[in-house]
């Protein structure tokens, strides 16, 4: 285990095996209908990675960068787009994909805007959620694992860019952001 984590959350095993599930109800859901699946860039592209392999309907790939953080654990509530998607999202079934859904603004707008582009349909599947600091509703509808309100690392999660490589979920340390 990384010497800054403090304890694992969900094993590479659970993780795995949890995306397995959440592929086969969204597989259920799409019935072979096409689909453009948006990831949103970075901490979403692991599980973007696991679950595409998995689908079974035509799928097209793309990545927004839209975030609320910056290099610090709490959200300012703002959404800065840096790079927007490049596929022409009219008139197509959208599944965006999160990696943890925590006070909700970042996909409240992200929703927002591609609704605003004439989406066909959107779909949400977020690895994490953390109900706990919840400010926005937010339509969930493909939930991989509720989690308590600690501040978690790996699977594509990032502290200060570190960390996304790690195999496994784990609660980062404190002493590592309260300095
Ligand atoms: P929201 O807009 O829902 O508050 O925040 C969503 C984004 O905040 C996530 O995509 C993620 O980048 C970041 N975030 C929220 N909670 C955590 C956490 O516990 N760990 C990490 N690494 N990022 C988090
Ligand atoms: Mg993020």
Redesign the pocket.
Known sequence: MNKNVERILFTEEQLKNRVSEMAQEINKHYKGEPVVVVS?LK?SVVFAVDLIKQLDMPVSLDFICA???GSG?I?SGKLIIKKDVELDVEGKNILLL??????????HEIMKMLKGRGAKSIVTAMMFN?PA?RKKAVQADFIGFDIPD????GYG???DEQYRNLPYLGVLKRSVYEK
């Open positions: 949103v901490g975030s609320s953080y654990t959200s999160e990696d943890i859904i925590d006070t909700g603004e970042t996909l953390k600091r600690e501040f978690v690392v999660l990032d502290y």
